[in-house]
């Protein structure tokens, strides 16, 4: 595959994999999240890689979330469509036989700390900003982000984060287990590749499995994925989306007037 919105490096046995829009604040496209899922696979199926670090060009952000002029005025349908795709390039991380390490650069925020949370280990620079800010736009998190947020840093702090769609700090997202390292932004990917390093010095079988195990614990909880990609398309048919996507785009405060949901 031709990649256009991300940039592959092998160096010293690990798939260096940035997203390249950094005009765009590395924001998660389409396109870009078909680019990431397949340099995954690809880099999961070349013998000479044994690991993956996941990064963003730039300082400024590793995805600041998805593009929103490209989704907001999708329907229900075309919601869904969008939501189960991004599951599967999630999925696909989180699966990756091959560790993959999130070296958080700025901006992780909607689907960009979805991406993150999906990596096996996050470290970050000192002005990486985390959060899951779709409740503004009147929308839930559609790529996995109520389930994963929950099973990293626990119920009580996930709530708080998916309720009021604040961003926390680098040092807040270590506080809370969110990230194991914080380091400065030139120092960022040599300490990611220092950790690929390290895991390639382990049997490269027993690191697989043990993916797999962990995954497999959560796996029950899995079926709630379906649950996320329904509600994230629902949420385009109602009047709050309207209202989030344009206060958003228009650079002022939503007033949201919609009809509460029931349990």
Partial sequence: MQYTNIQIDIENQVAL????REDKMNALNIATLKEIKAAV????????????????????????????????????????DMSASGHAVMNTLEQSAKPVIAAVNGFALGGGCELAMAAHIRIA???????QPEINLGLVPGYGGT????????????MNLLLTG?????????????????????????????????LMGKSPYALAKVIELVNEHYAPARQAYNSEITEFGACFQKPDFVEGTDAFLNKRKANF???QATN
């Fill in 17 to 20: 994999i940035r997203i390249n």
């Fill in 41 to 80: 696979e690809e880099a999961n199926g070349n013998e000479a890689v044994h690991a993956i670090v996941l990064s963003g060009m730039g300082s400024k952000a590793f995805a600041a979330g998805a593009d929103i002029s490209e989704f907001v005025a999708f329907n229900e349908e075309q919601g869904e």
């Fill in 125 to 131: 620079s000192e002005n990486a900003r985390f959060g």
């Fill in 147 to 158: 389930q994963r947020l929950c099973e990293i840093v626990g119920k009580g702090r996930a």
């Fill in 166 to 198: 604040d961003a926390i700090k680098a040092e807040d997202a270590l506080q809370m287990g969110l990230v194991t390292q914080v380091c400065s932004s030139e120092e960022l990917i040599p300490a990611a590749m220092k950790l690929a390093e390290k």
């Fill in 257 to 259: 007037h919609g009809t």
